[in-house]
C-alpha cells in the first residue's frame, strides 16, 4: 500500500467540516478528493469542498506584479517573499469516519483536532470508502460554499479514478442519486450531466 | 435461468400484486401469461403475468426527458427513476410445512408480504403444479416461453364437459386432435366425434401443408370411423367401419325441435309434430309427407286443431330432412346400435359427415345419436346403481361436437340433448367436448357448467366475455387471451388444471411428433406405424 501523502494541517475544525493550512503553497488537494485526518485510534475522512489562497495577514492584500515580467514564474523568481506571504487553505466536509477496523460512513463523535496532519487517501482507501455511497446523503445536505451538484460530481469523478472500472462505479453512484434526488430532477441531471463519460 | 425479477411493492387478493421490477430485469423480456414465484416469507406463491407497465418516480421526467442518447444517463435511471412494474395474479400457493407439501399447491387465499422476491417459475415450479407425464397426464404443449412440458390430467378432464373456443383459424382442430389422442390414450372414456368437417378420422387438412394423419391412421385398433357419406370416403381412401343410414321411422318430434330454427319452423309447428306423431306413431314422417291436399287430409288437420298454414311451413321443413340422402325409408342397419356396440368395446367412434356438412344434417344426426345414447347410458346406469354393481357401469363417454352454438343457443339448449348432457355432466358417465368459434351464442346456462374450458385467440368482446364468465381473475385472463399469438397459442382453466396457463400445443403434423403421440406398449401398434411412415 502507498504511503499516504501529508497535505497540511487542521487549523480550524468543528464536527462537521474542518480546514487545513497546507504546507507548500498551492499543493491543494484537488476539489472532491478524500482527505483523512486524526489518529490510530478514530481517522476522519473529509471531502474536499473548498479552498483558497490568501495573504497570511488578513488586512493586507497582495498587488498586482507582473507589469514588467515575462510569465507568472518569474514574477514568483524575482519576489521569493510571496511564497511565504501567501497561504493556501482548503475546507472539507467530514463523510465518514473509522475507527479501529470498521469504517463508518456518518458523522465522528469527535470533531478533529486543531494541528492534526491531514492526508491524501490512497487509492485502497478510496476503493473502500466508495463501497457504500452513504456518504453522498451529506453532501447533499451539507450546507456548502461550493453548489452540491459541482462537489458531488467532482468528488464522484475524483472516486471512480481509483475503481477498476471507472464507469460502473458511476453507474452504481448515478443510481443512488436517482433515488436521493427522486424529487429533484434537475440537480440530478446536473450531476448526471457533470459526472457522465 | 432463475434470477429475481423484482419484489412486490403493493396489491390485493382481488386485484392480484404489483411487482416493481429490478433495474436488471429488462421490461421487454417480461410478457403477459407468463408464470412467476413469488417467495412470501411463510410460503411459495405461484402466479401469472397479467399486465406490464411502465413507471416514472417524478412525473416531470415524463414531461421533460433526460437525453436519452447517451447511454451513461440511460443506464442511471433504468430501474431507478424510470421503471417497470409487472402486475402479477398469484394463483397458488406452496406451504412451507411438510403437510402443506403433501398437499400439494393449494388456490391462494393471502397475498405475499411487501418486498418479496419475485422470480421466473422453473421447470420445476411448472411440474410441481401440473404434474409430469403419468399414466394419467398428458403432454399437450408448453408454457409460453418455456421448454417444460405441460401436461394436463386426462383422468380429471373428461369428468366435466368441456370447451374448445377460438375464431377460426387459430388451431381449435389441431388442439382437439392431440386432446382426442390424449383421452384415448390415457383415460377410460371413449370418444363419439362428431365430425362435420372430416378432421378426425382418417386425415386432416392443414393451412398451406400436406394433409396430417388423424386417429384411425395412428390408432388404427382403437379408432372406428363411420360415415354418412360412403362415396365421398372412398373418394379420400378413407377406410370405414360403418355407414350411417337414419330410417324416417328413426326420427322423432324431440328432433325437429332442436332443428326448429335450421329448418325455418314457427312454433306451432313445431307443437304439430307432436300432435302428428300422436295420431300417426312411429311412421309419422312419412305419413305427414304423403298427407294429400284432399278432403280426407283437411279434416285430418282440422281434427288434429293444425292450421293450413303451420302443415304446409311443418312440410316443407320434413321434405327437407326426408331430401338428406343418408335418410332412407328402411334402412339395413341400425346405426345407433352398431355405434354403441363400438363404444362398449372401447373403440373411439368418429362419424364422418363427408359431403353433407350442412348444419341441418349435422344437428338432426348428432341429436338423433346422441339422445339415443344417451337414453342407453341412462338406464344402464340407472340399473347398475340400483344394483349397486359398478361394473355394470357403462365406460365413461365423451361426445365431441362442433359448431357447438348450434345446438346449445339459449332457444334450444332446454330442449336438445347436448343442453342436458352438459347439464346433468357426468351423472350417466357421458360428458361433451363443444369446440365452438362463437361462445358468446351457447346458453350461459351450458358455459357455466363446463368444466375445463381451452381458448385460443379471439377478438370479439361478448365472445371472451362468455367464456371467462365465472372464472376467477377474470379481467386478468382477459389481457392474457387478448394477447395469444393469432396461432398455436392456447389458455387453458377450469376444473382440470390447478391454476390458468398459456401454452404453445404440442407439434402435431410431423413424423416424430407421431411418433411421440404413439402408444409405447403394443409392438404391433408400432409397427403399424413404423408402417405409415414409409
Given at each position: 500500500m502507498a504511503e499516504s501523502q501529508r497535505v497540511g494541517e487542521v487549523i480550524e475544525a468543528s464536527t462537521t467540516d474542518f480546514v487545513a493550512q497546507c504546507y507548500e503553497l498551492y499543493q491543494i488537494p484537488p476539489l472532491g478528493s478524500l482527505v483523512k485526518t486524526g489518529d490510530s485510534a478514530v481517522e476522519l475522512y473529509a471531502v474536499v469542498c473548498n479552498a483558497a489562497t490568501t495573504s497570511l495577514e488578513p488586512g493586507r492584500r497582495p498587488i498586482a506584479r507582473g507589469k514588467d515580467e515575462t510569465s507568472e514564474e518569474e514574477i514568483y523568481r524575482s519576489s521569493p517573499q510571496l511564497m511565504k506571504l501567501l497561504k493556501s487553505e482548503f475546507g472539507a466536509l467530514v463523510v465518514g469516519h473509522k475507527a479501529g477496523d470498521k469504517l463508518y460512513h456518518h458523522l465522528p463523535p469527535q470533531p478533529a483536532h486543531i494541528h492534526s496532519f491531514v492526508y491524501q487517501c490512497t487509492s485502497a482507501e478510496v476503493t473502500e470508502f466508495g463501497q457504500s455511497f452513504d456518504f453522498l446523503n451529506i453532501l447533499l445536505n451539507a450546507r456548502l460554499p461550493v453548489p452540491a451538484e459541482e462537489l458531488i460530481s467532482a468528488s464522484l469523478r475524483q472516486m471512480s479514478q481509483a475503481h477498476q472500472d471507472p464507469r460502473a462505479f458511476l453507474v452504481a453512484a448515478g443510481k443512488e442519486l436517482a433515488i436521493l434526488l427522486s424529487g429533484n430532477l434537475n440537480q440530478l441531471k446536473a450531476i448526471l450531466g457533470r459526472i457522465r463519460q | 435461468m432463475n434470477e429475481r425479477l423484482g419484489i412486490v411493492v403493493s396489491g390485493s387478493l382481488n386485484k392480484g400484486v404489483e411487482v416493481r421490477l429490478d433495474s436488471s430485469a429488462s421490461i421487454e423480456d417480461m410478457v403477459v401469461g407468463r408464470h412467476v414465484t413469488i417467495e412470501g416469507e411463510k410460503r411459495r406463491f405461484f402466479g401469472m403475468i397479467t399486465d406490464v407497465s411502465l413507471g416514472v418516480i417524478d412525473q416531470k421526467l415524463a414531461v421533460t426527458p433526460p437525453d436519452t442518447t447517451d447511454p451513461f444517463i440511460t443506464e442511471v435511471l433504468a430501474g431507478t427513476s424510470t421503471f417497470g412494474t409487472i402486475h402479477v395474479s398469484p394463483m397458488l400457493t406452496i406451504g412451507g410445512d411438510a403437510t402443506a407439501i403433501l398437499e400439494g399447491p393449494q388456490p391462494v387465499k393471502t397475498v405475499p408480504s411487501h418486498f418479496s422476491a419475485v422470480k421466473l417459475a422453473t421447470q420445476q415450479d411448472v411440474e410441481l403444479v401440473f404434474g409430469t407425464e403419468d399414466e394419467k397426464r398428458f403432454f399437450i404443449g408448453n408454457p409460453l416461453d418455456m421448454e417444460t412440458k405441460l401436461c394436463l390430467n386426462l383422468e380429471e378432464f373428461v369428468k366435466r364437459s368441456n370447451g374448445i373456443f377460438g375464431k377460426s383459424g387459430t388451431g381449435k382442430t389441431f388442439l382437439t386432435r392431440i386432446l382426442l389422442i390424449g383421452m384415448l390414450q390415457k383415460s377410460q372414456a371413449v370418444n363419439l366425434v362428431f365430425d362435420m368437417h372430416n378432421e378426425y378420422g382418417w386425415a386432416g387438412t392443414r393451412e398451406g401443408g400436406p394433409p396430417v394423419k388423424a386417429l384411425k391412421q395412428l390408432f388404427q385398433s382403437s379408432v372406428a370411423v363411420f360415415t354418412l357419406d360412403e362415396e365421398n370416403s372412398r373418394h379420400r381412401g378413407v377406410s370405414t367401419d360403418g355407414v350411417v343410414r337414419i330410417g324416417h321411422d328413426e326420427i322423432e318430434p324431440e328432433d325437429i325441435v332442436s332443428l326448429r330454427q335450421t329448418l325455418n319452423l314457427t312454433e306451432p309447428a313445431v307443437e304439430a309434430v307432436y300432435q302428428v306423431h300422436r295420431k300417426f306413431g312411429k311412421n309419422w314422417l312419412q305419413n305427414t309427407l304423403d298427407l294429400k291436399d284432399s278432403e280426407e287430409g283437411r279434416e285430418l288437420l282440422k281434427e288434429l286443431n293444425i292450421h293450413e298454414s303451420t302443415f304446409q311451413n311443418l312440410r316443407r321443413g320434413l321434405a327437407t330432412i326426408r331430401r338428406l340422402?343418408?335418410?332412407?325409408?328402411?334402412?339395413?342397419?341400425?346405426a345407433v346400435k352398431a355405434i354403441l356396440e363400438h363404444l362398449d368395446r372401447g373403440t373411439n367412434v368418429v362419424l364422418e359427415f363427408g359431403r353433407y356438412r350442412d348444419i341441418t344434417a349435422y344437428i338432426l344426426v348428432a341429436n338423433m345419436l346422441s339422445r339415443r345414447i344417451y337414453a342407453q347410458y341412462q338406464s344402464r346406469m340407472e340399473k347398475a346403481t340400483a344394483t349397486a354393481k359398478d361394473n355394470l357401469k357403462p365406460r365413461p363417454l365423451v361426445i365431441t361436437i362442433e359448431e357447438a352454438h348450434k345446438f346449445l343457443n339459449p332457444e334450444v339448449a332446454s330442449q336438445t340433448i347436448f343442453g342436458t348432457i352438459a347439464r346433468e355432466m357426468r351423472k350417466y358417465n357421458v360428458t361433451l367436448l363443444v369446440i365452438d368459434q362463437?361462445?358468446?351464442?351457447?346458453?350461459s346456462e351450458v358455459m357455466s357448467q363446463l368444466g375445463t374450458k381451452i381458448t385460443c385467440l379471439m377478438d370479439n368482446e361478448r365472445d371472451i366475455d362468455s367464456v371467462l364468465a365465472g372464472a376467477s381473475g377474470r379481467a386478468e385472463l382477459k389481457s392474457v387471451l387478448a394477447k395469444?399469438?393469432?396461432?398455436?397459442q392456447a389458455l387453458i382453466f377450469g376444473h382440470a388444471v390447478p391454476m390458468p396457463i398459456a401454452f404453445q400445443p404440442r407439434e402435431y403434423g410431423s413424423a416424430e411428433s407421431y411418433r411421440d403421440f404413439a402408444?409405447?406398449?403394443g409392438a404391433g401398434v408400432e409397427k403399424d406405424i413404423e408402417e405409415l411412415w414409409e
Amino acid at each position: 500500500m502507498a504511503e499516504s501523502q501529508r497535505v497540511g494541517e487542521v487549523i480550524e475544525a468543528s464536527t462537521t467540516d474542518f480546514v487545513a493550512q497546507c504546507y507548500e503553497l498551492y499543493q491543494i488537494p484537488p476539489l472532491g478528493s478524500l482527505v483523512k485526518t486524526g489518529d490510530s485510534a478514530v481517522e476522519l475522512y473529509a471531502v474536499v469542498c473548498n479552498a483558497a489562497t490568501t495573504s497570511l495577514e488578513p488586512g493586507r492584500r497582495p498587488i498586482a506584479r507582473g507589469k514588467d515580467e515575462t510569465s507568472e514564474e518569474e514574477i514568483y523568481r524575482s519576489s521569493p517573499q510571496l511564497m511565504k506571504l501567501l497561504k493556501s487553505e482548503f475546507g472539507a466536509l467530514v463523510v465518514g469516519h473509522k475507527a479501529g477496523d470498521k469504517l463508518y460512513h456518518h458523522l465522528p463523535p469527535q470533531p478533529a483536532h486543531i494541528h492534526s496532519f491531514v492526508y491524501q487517501c490512497t487509492s485502497a482507501e478510496v476503493t473502500e470508502f466508495g463501497q457504500s455511497f452513504d456518504f453522498l446523503n451529506i453532501l447533499l445536505n451539507a450546507r456548502l460554499p461550493v453548489p452540491a451538484e459541482e462537489l458531488i460530481s467532482a468528488s464522484l469523478r475524483q472516486m471512480s479514478q481509483a475503481h477498476q472500472d471507472p464507469r460502473a462505479f458511476l453507474v452504481a453512484a448515478g443510481k443512488e442519486l436517482a433515488i436521493l434526488l427522486s424529487g429533484n430532477l434537475n440537480q440530478l441531471k446536473a450531476i448526471l450531466g457533470r459526472i457522465r463519460q | 435461468m432463475n434470477e429475481r425479477l423484482g419484489i412486490v411493492v403493493s396489491g390485493s387478493l382481488n386485484k392480484g400484486v404489483e411487482v416493481r421490477l429490478d433495474s436488471s430485469a429488462s421490461i421487454e423480456d417480461m410478457v403477459v401469461g407468463r408464470h412467476v414465484t413469488i417467495e412470501g416469507e411463510k410460503r411459495r406463491f405461484f402466479g401469472m403475468i397479467t399486465d406490464v407497465s411502465l413507471g416514472v418516480i417524478d412525473q416531470k421526467l415524463a414531461v421533460t426527458p433526460p437525453d436519452t442518447t447517451d447511454p451513461f444517463i440511460t443506464e442511471v435511471l433504468a430501474g431507478t427513476s424510470t421503471f417497470g412494474t409487472i402486475h402479477v395474479s398469484p394463483m397458488l400457493t406452496i406451504g412451507g410445512d411438510a403437510t402443506a407439501i403433501l398437499e400439494g399447491p393449494q388456490p391462494v387465499k393471502t397475498v405475499p408480504s411487501h418486498f418479496s422476491a419475485v422470480k421466473l417459475a422453473t421447470q420445476q415450479d411448472v411440474e410441481l403444479v401440473f404434474g409430469t407425464e403419468d399414466e394419467k397426464r398428458f403432454f399437450i404443449g408448453n408454457p409460453l416461453d418455456m421448454e417444460t412440458k405441460l401436461c394436463l390430467n386426462l383422468e380429471e378432464f373428461v369428468k366435466r364437459s368441456n370447451g374448445i373456443f377460438g375464431k377460426s383459424g387459430t388451431g381449435k382442430t389441431f388442439l382437439t386432435r392431440i386432446l382426442l389422442i390424449g383421452m384415448l390414450q390415457k383415460s377410460q372414456a371413449v370418444n363419439l366425434v362428431f365430425d362435420m368437417h372430416n378432421e378426425y378420422g382418417w386425415a386432416g387438412t392443414r393451412e398451406g401443408g400436406p394433409p396430417v394423419k388423424a386417429l384411425k391412421q395412428l390408432f388404427q385398433s382403437s379408432v372406428a370411423v363411420f360415415t354418412l357419406d360412403e362415396e365421398n370416403s372412398r373418394h379420400r381412401g378413407v377406410s370405414t367401419d360403418g355407414v350411417v343410414r337414419i330410417g324416417h321411422d328413426e326420427i322423432e318430434p324431440e328432433d325437429i325441435v332442436s332443428l326448429r330454427q335450421t329448418l325455418n319452423l314457427t312454433e306451432p309447428a313445431v307443437e304439430a309434430v307432436y300432435q302428428v306423431h300422436r295420431k300417426f306413431g312411429k311412421n309419422w314422417l312419412q305419413n305427414t309427407l304423403d298427407l294429400k291436399d284432399s278432403e280426407e287430409g283437411r279434416e285430418l288437420l282440422k281434427e288434429l286443431n293444425i292450421h293450413e298454414s303451420t302443415f304446409q311451413n311443418l312440410r316443407r321443413g320434413l321434405a327437407t330432412i326426408r331430401r338428406l340422402p343418408f335418410t332412407e325409408a328402411n334402412p339395413p342397419t341400425n346405426a345407433v346400435k352398431a355405434i354403441l356396440e363400438h363404444l362398449d368395446r372401447g373403440t373411439n367412434v368418429v362419424l364422418e359427415f363427408g359431403r353433407y356438412r350442412d348444419i341441418t344434417a349435422y344437428i338432426l344426426v348428432a341429436n338423433m345419436l346422441s339422445r339415443r345414447i344417451y337414453a342407453q347410458y341412462q338406464s344402464r346406469m340407472e340399473k347398475a346403481t340400483a344394483t349397486a354393481k359398478d361394473n355394470l357401469k357403462p365406460r365413461p363417454l365423451v361426445i365431441t361436437i362442433e359448431e357447438a352454438h348450434k345446438f346449445l343457443n339459449p332457444e334450444v339448449a332446454s330442449q336438445t340433448i347436448f343442453g342436458t348432457i352438459a347439464r346433468e355432466m357426468r351423472k350417466y358417465n357421458v360428458t361433451l367436448l363443444v369446440i365452438d368459434q362463437r361462445p358468446s351464442g351457447i346458453d350461459s346456462e351450458v358455459m357455466s357448467q363446463l368444466g375445463t374450458k381451452i381458448t385460443c385467440l379471439m377478438d370479439n368482446e361478448r365472445d371472451i366475455d362468455s367464456v371467462l364468465a365465472g372464472a376467477s381473475g377474470r379481467a386478468e385472463l382477459k389481457s392474457v387471451l387478448a394477447k395469444l399469438a393469432a396461432k398455436q397459442q392456447a389458455l387453458i382453466f377450469g376444473h382440470a388444471v390447478p391454476m390458468p396457463i398459456a401454452f404453445q400445443p404440442r407439434e402435431y403434423g410431423s413424423a416424430e411428433s407421431y411418433r411421440d403421440f404413439a402408444p409405447k406398449e403394443g409392438a404391433g401398434v408400432e409397427k403399424d406405424i413404423e408402417e405409415l411412415w414409409e
